[in-house]
């Protein structure tokens, strides 16, 4: 009986042995790989996010083009720079043909960087403007930061 005691703990001992755990120098050097492999590849990552809300910029102000063709159609106008874009998802009194809404939803939705569009009607180029202020949020700037307006994206839909 002893004996088969004996027995047992040597095996349940001899796959203790067999299982040995990492050092801390091993955890270290493989965190510090990852840490690496993060910092080349991190930054690509964020560009591409960035470079993604430009491009869903310039989209939802072609949207907003196609919208407002329509909302010329209906009306015989574009809106006023006072009515904004809020007329193609809300009547105002004063607008006859009226048939929106135009914009699915029912709301206005804001440029990726959660901030209002600027419309502007007549626009320096044409009858209406539509504006992003870009990632500052403030007219100007340059690269992420840049404006992006419906008369650079059409210019830039033709190219």
């Known amino acids: 009986m002893a004996n088969r005691r004996f027995n047992a703990m040597r095996r349940r001992n001899a796959r203790l042995d067999g299982q040995r755990g990492f050092t801390l120098v091993e955890m270290l050097v493989v965190i510090t790989i990852i840490g690496m492999i993060m910092g080349l590849i991190g930054p690509r990552v964020l560009n591409y996010m960035s470079e993604s809300k430009v491009k869903t910029a ?21 809106p006023t720079s006072a009515e904004g874009l809020a007329a193609l998802v809300r009547p105002n009194g004063a607008i006859n043909g009226w048939a929106g809404p135009y914009l699915k939803g029912g709301v206005v939705p804001n440029d990726p960087w959660n901030n209002a569009y600027v419309y502007r009607s007549p626009g320096q180029a044409g009858p209406y403007e539509i504006m992003s202020y870009g990632a500052d949020g403030q007219e100007g700037g340059t690269g992420l930061a840049a404006d992006i307006t419906s008369t650079t994206t059409s210019s830039a839909k033709n190219e």
């Open 58 to 78: 310039r989209i939802q102000i072609q949207s907003f083009g196609n919208s407002l063709d329509l909302f010329y159609l209906d009306v015989g106008r574009y």
